[in-house]
């Protein structure tokens, strides 16, 4: 069975900023594609932020230039930079593994595997 788990989330001001992680011990995180996704009550999961097994990344636009999506391979975990936060960030965020994929989504159908999610909170 596989197992994600995320950490990092909590509650913080506007303009600040926040580091999520994502690690699992069930596959080799760089050799999968690797997606946030975030969900916030009463909305559609969103898929904002992805990476490949080459490094290509794609970002949504609410996120791009405030984000960045890395990986640390030596530590088998996936990382999210967030900056700028703003109060429409605020939502539960995961991390999700894509099987099958050779290229960035943010399509949520194309990913295998999820975590259970961190929640992210932003104060005006």
């Known amino acids: 069975q596989v197992h994600m788990v995320e950490s990092g989330g909590g509650s913080v001001q506007a303009g600040g900023s926040l580091r999520l992680s994502c690690t699992t011990s069930?596959?080799?995180?760089?050799?999968?594609?690797m997606g946030w996704f975030r969900q916030a009550p009463g909305k559609e999961r969103e898929g904002f932020a992805s990476?490949?097994?080459?490094?290509?990344?794609s970002y949504a636009d609410s996120v791009k230039g405030r984000f960045t999506i890395s990986q640390d391979n030596a530590k088998n975990t996936l990382f999210l930079q967030m900056n700028s936060l703003k109060p429409e960030d605020s939502a539960m965020y995961y991390c999700?593994?894509?099987?099958?994929?050779?290229?960035?989504?943010?399509?949520?159908?194309?990913?295998?595997?999820w975590g259970q999610g961190t929640q992210v909170s932003v104060s005006s």
């Open positions: 069930s596959f080799t995180i760089g050799r999968y594609c």
């Open positions: 990476i490949d097994s080459d490094g290509s990344t």
């Open positions: 999700a593994a894509g099987a099958l994929l050779i290229a960035p989504s943010l399509s949520s159908a194309d990913f295998t595997y």
